[in-house]
């Protein structure tokens, strides 16, 4: 019979590191089936590191505070990435006790989306301040040739130590490769006059064989050809010496190309040939749009359909002749003063479309001449200072 058996409260598991520490090999046993060697092992990690953590900590149940203090004590550790991975880890072990019924309802169900949210969004792109800051104090490194793939072809950090002289295209300046994790096609193009192209060409001056890595030193250190816990561990210690936040990693740098695709105007279809990715769902998930790109994008759209042009009008009690199906208008207007629209002050204009209960709002309006006759297809947005019921 497991000593420590029984439900309790949701809002603290009474289990201490000890009395967790007992039941991990059921939960290996259990739910570590079909995991390959490296998932268990970062699991197993992940939990010993939360016990050692309790321990030192003299907590002898798991509470919300408790959690709160331990996603704090992650943040500050690890990368973003890091840490929302190894939550997730101790969150499952969680669950796994949920399951078996050792407790009703697991702490950290309440703290899921109050504490981890900084943790798991999304990395930022990088700025060109912090690339350069990069760059300068990894000169000399060959993780120096790694940013500078990854910040102008926006590769994942697996691809760019992958990459070998076969997939490169020297005569029509192309880098065409085959993803690691998507397994999806991407063609990065360069131009021979940029970073990129200058240092290929340079590092294409000794005489290499296809299927020989481009960064050797990188391509040794992958691990089944997809790990690469050594290199970024080794870029991590190149990030802290750069004084760059936690907000930024290497994969930053591919979220700030695929940006700076789409605040370009490429299509959504080009750009997925470019990055490599199979879906746009995934690929809207890389895209940090310019807050300028945006406002320049309002702008032009309120410019086409002339919802940026508007003007302060005022009664000047002629009465207007003339009706539609869809408005009868009974008052005849003057522009005092507008925006977007080089109208001079008395122009007369008359409106389109408004209502008894417009009074203090927007209505629809159009230019006219003095024989209170629409003057082209222009309609602006006029602040309503004197309305009267349709008749």
């Known amino acids: 019979m497991n000593p420590i058996a029984g439900r309790f409260k949701p809002a603290s598991i009474p289990f201490n590191s000890d009395q967790l520490e007992s039941l991990l090999p059921k939960y290996y046993e259990m739910d ?3 995991l390959t060697y490296n998932t268990i092992s970062f699991n197993k990690e992940a939990l010993n590191q939360f016990l050692k953590w309790m321990r030192k900590g003299g907590y002898e149940s798991v509470t919300v505070e408790m959690l709160h203090e331990y996603i704090k004590f992650m943040q500050d550790r690890h990368t973003t990435m890091m840490a929302t991975n190894r939550w997730g880890r101790v969150k499952r072990f969680f669950l796994w006790m949920e399951r078996l019924g050792y407790i009703e309802r697991s702490p950290h169900h309440v703290v899921r989306n109050r504490v981890t949210e900084n943790i798991s969004s999304h990395v930022r792109p990088m700025t060109l301040e912090e690339y350069l800051k990069l760059k300068q104090v990894s000169e000399g490194h060959w993780l120096n040739w790694i940013y500078t793939l990854a910040w102008n072809s926006g590769m994942a950090l697996v691809d760019c130590c992958a990459l070998r002289w076969g997939d490169i295209n020297m005569d029509q300046c192309y880098i065409s490769v085959r993803r690691k994790k998507s397994k999806a096609a991407a063609v990065i193009p360069f131009s021979p006059s940029d970073e990129l192209g200058k240092a290929i060409e340079a590092m294409a001056q000794v005489k290499h064989d296809p299927d020989d890595f481009v960064c050797p030193e990188a391509g040794g250190r992958l691990r089944d050809d997809t790990r690469t816990g050594l290199i970024r561990r080794l870029s991590l210690h190149m990030f802290r010496k750069a004084g760059l936040s936690k907000g930024v990693s290497i994969h930053s740098m591919r979220r700030s190309f ?50 940026d042009n508007f003007a302060y009008v005022e009664p000047s009690n002629v009465r207007v002749k003339g009706r539609s199906i869809s408005w009868k208008p009974n008052s005849h207007y003057i522009v005092k003063s507008g925006k977007g629209l080089k109208l001079p002050d008395g122009t007369p204009i008359t409106f389109v479309f408004t209502s008894a209960v417009a009074e203090g709002r927007k209505a629809v309006v159009t230019p006219c001449d003095i024989e209170m006759n629409p003057v082209g297809n222009l309609q602006i947005i006029a602040d309503i200072t004197d309305v009267r019921p349709f008749v």
């Not at 700076?260 to 750009?271: E, I, K, P």
């Open 258 to 307: 695929i940006t700076m695709l789409a605040n370009s105007n490429m299509n959504t279809v080009m750009a997925s040939k470019i990055s490599g990715h199979t879906s746009p769902k995934i690929l809207a998930r890389y895209v940090f749009p310019d807050p300028n790109v945006l406002r320049k994008g309002v702008a032009e759209a309120k410019e086409k359909f002339g919802m």
């Open 32 to 34: 570590f089936v079909g």
